[in-house]
């Protein structure tokens, strides 16, 4: 099905939009792992949203001071950007300090000053546990977000919420990022016998409520303010 162009006027520039969506990228492959799957899947993230020009560095990473240039004089457009970059680094319900690192260096790049990211990082692991933890069984978050009270992550949850959408570009890249619903538990087995059992990512990422909240606000802006068919990305 042919996608209708929006006529919706964005705040944000085309090379706002660019750096924005590298922005997420950047955070996304923060752990250093970029293997085939993520190639395609970025592949089809990038394909209506960035222009040829943009295309040929959509995977090239975003530093904090390019981010600044781009973001950095509208800080209610720099705070939305740290809310989506956020979104992606608890995606997987795991929050790792190679992600925390550069969510710091951007926030302090944009001249924002932000209590929630220091929350996230109270539910960091001790390094050496979670090496350990992701060498024993790397498809399990092993960051602590998973155990922290749902009251601890309140103030972050509030703060995600928040999240406005103003340009289609980055509803798009949020419907197609964001999964339309849990994905399903399963067990890894090794020569017939399981040897773990992965949770459905909902019961794994106390955040996952923002995010399902954050993909339908991106759906409803899609179809409600842009006019366009929403039926692919349900």
């Known amino acids: ?19 924005w969506l590298r922005g997420l990228l950047t955070i996304a492959w923060s ?31 975003v530093s904090p001071e390019e981010l600044a240039t781009a973001l950095g004089h509208d800080p209610k457009a720099a705070e939305n950007f740290l809310r989506t970059a956020v979104m992606v680094a608890v995606a997987d319900g795991a929050y790792s300090f190679c992600e925390d690192e550069l969510l710091h260096s951007y926030c302090q790049a944009l001249g924002l000053k932000l209590e929630i990211l220091e929350v996230l990082r109270s539910t960091l ?64 087995n090794l020569f017939g016998r399981k040897v773990a059992h992965i949770p459905p990512l909902c019961k794994l990422n106390p955040l996952y409520e923002q995010l399902v909240s954050l993909r339908f606000r991106a759906l409803s802006y899609l179809a409600d303010e842009c006019g366009e068919d929403v039926s692919p990305y349900c």
């Open 1 to 19: 099905m042919t996608q209708m162009t929006s006529t919706t006027q964005s705040p944000y520039t085309d090379k706002q939009i660019s750096v």
């Open 31 to 61: 752990d250093g792992h970029f293997d085939l799957e993520e190639q395609n899947l970025i592949n089809s993230l990038t394909h209506q949203e960035l222009s040829a020009t943009d295309k040929s560095t959509a995977l090239e990473p």
């Open 125 to 188: 692991c001790d390094p050496a546990a979670e090496k350990q933890a992701a060498e024993v069984t790397p498809s399990i978050p092993a960051s602590g977000l998973v155990h922290q009270h749902p009251d601890v992550l309140h103030p972050v949850k509030d703060w995600l919420d928040q999240m406005e959408i103003h340009d289609p570009k980055v509803a798009r890249f949020l419907c197609k990022l964001i999964p339309s619903q849990c994905p399903f538990e399963r067990d890894i």
